[in-house]
Protein backbone atom coordinates (compact mmCIF):
# COMPACT_ATOMS: atom_id res chain seq x y z
CA UNK A 1 0.00 0.00 0.00
CA UNK A 2 1.24 3.67 -0.87
CA UNK A 3 0.86 6.29 1.76
CA UNK A 4 -2.45 7.39 0.64
CA UNK A 5 -4.06 4.25 0.39
CA UNK A 6 -3.10 3.19 3.78
CA UNK A 7 -4.29 6.94 5.00
CA UNK A 8 -7.30 5.93 3.72
CA UNK A 9 -8.10 2.30 5.04
CA UNK A 10 -7.02 4.05 8.53
CA UNK A 11 -9.65 6.74 8.16
CA UNK A 12 -12.01 4.36 6.55
CA UNK A 13 -11.64 1.98 10.10
CA UNK A 14 -12.05 4.81 12.04
CA UNK A 15 -15.64 6.18 10.58
CA UNK A 16 -16.74 2.27 11.31
CA UNK A 17 -16.24 0.85 7.69
CA UNK A 18 -15.58 -2.51 9.45
CA UNK A 19 -19.38 -2.58 11.00
CA UNK A 20 -20.84 -3.48 7.44
CA UNK A 21 -18.99 -6.76 7.82
CA UNK A 22 -19.34 -9.54 10.13
CA UNK A 23 -16.43 -11.11 11.47
CA UNK A 24 -16.00 -15.06 13.00
CA UNK A 25 -18.06 -17.04 10.69
CA UNK A 26 -15.03 -19.67 10.23
CA UNK A 27 -15.51 -20.23 13.84
CA UNK A 28 -19.12 -21.48 13.23
CA UNK A 29 -19.85 -25.28 12.64
CA UNK A 30 -20.91 -26.38 9.40
CA UNK A 31 -24.13 -27.69 11.11
CA UNK A 32 -25.01 -24.47 12.42
CA UNK A 33 -29.07 -23.74 12.83
CA UNK A 34 -28.83 -20.31 11.35
CA UNK A 35 -27.37 -18.99 7.61
CA UNK A 36 -25.88 -15.93 7.48
CA UNK A 37 -26.14 -13.88 3.80
CA UNK A 38 -25.90 -10.94 2.70
CA UNK A 39 -28.53 -9.46 0.59
CA UNK A 40 -28.53 -5.85 -1.21
CA UNK A 41 -25.47 -4.87 1.10
CA UNK A 42 -27.21 -5.63 4.66
CA UNK A 43 -26.66 -8.92 6.59
CA UNK A 44 -29.11 -11.42 6.95
CA UNK A 45 -29.06 -13.46 10.67
CA UNK A 46 -30.91 -16.20 11.08
CA UNK A 47 -33.84 -15.40 8.07
CA UNK A 48 -34.55 -12.20 9.73
CA UNK A 49 -34.68 -10.06 6.46
CA UNK A 50 -35.98 -6.90 8.13
CA UNK A 51 -32.98 -4.78 7.09
CA UNK A 52 -32.89 -5.51 3.74
CA UNK A 53 -36.38 -3.94 3.75
CA UNK A 54 -35.23 -0.32 4.05
CA UNK A 55 -32.78 -1.02 0.98
CA UNK A 56 -35.98 -0.58 -1.06
CA UNK A 57 -37.56 2.67 -2.56
CA UNK A 58 -41.00 3.49 -0.88
CA UNK A 59 -43.12 4.01 -3.77
CA UNK A 60 -46.46 6.33 -3.53
CA UNK A 61 -48.65 4.58 -6.34
CA UNK A 62 -49.76 1.93 -4.75
CA UNK A 63 -51.39 4.13 -1.98
CA UNK A 64 -52.81 6.24 -4.31
CA UNK A 65 -54.67 3.89 -5.44
CA UNK A 66 -58.12 2.67 -5.09
CA UNK A 67 -58.84 -1.39 -4.29
CA UNK A 68 -60.44 -3.00 -7.15
CA UNK A 69 -64.08 -4.26 -6.01
CA UNK A 70 -63.01 -8.06 -7.56
CA UNK A 71 -60.77 -9.68 -9.56
CA UNK A 72 -63.03 -9.35 -13.03
CA UNK A 73 -62.96 -5.31 -12.43
CA UNK A 74 -59.37 -5.36 -11.61
CA UNK A 75 -58.88 -7.19 -15.16
CA UNK A 76 -61.10 -4.89 -16.86
CA UNK A 77 -59.49 -1.51 -14.73
CA UNK A 78 -55.77 -3.09 -16.38
CA UNK A 79 -57.03 -3.58 -19.83
CA UNK A 80 -58.48 -0.41 -20.11
CA UNK A 81 -55.26 1.13 -18.62
CA UNK A 82 -53.01 -0.25 -21.16
CA UNK A 83 -55.50 0.55 -23.93
CA UNK A 84 -55.37 4.42 -22.87
CA UNK A 85 -50.91 4.21 -22.61
CA UNK A 86 -51.20 2.52 -26.20
CA UNK A 87 -52.89 5.47 -27.74
CA UNK A 88 -50.99 7.98 -25.93
CA UNK A 89 -47.91 6.43 -27.32
CA UNK A 90 -49.03 5.98 -30.99
Known amino acids: MNEEEKR ?17 LD ?5 SKYR ?3 VRGKIVYA ?5 VTATYINSNISKNLEPSKNFRTLIEERKNELKLNNKEKY
Do not use: M, S, T
Open 47 to 51: EDFRP
Open 8 to 24: NAIEAIKNGFEQNFVWG
Open 36 to 38: HLQ
Open 27 to 31: KLQPD
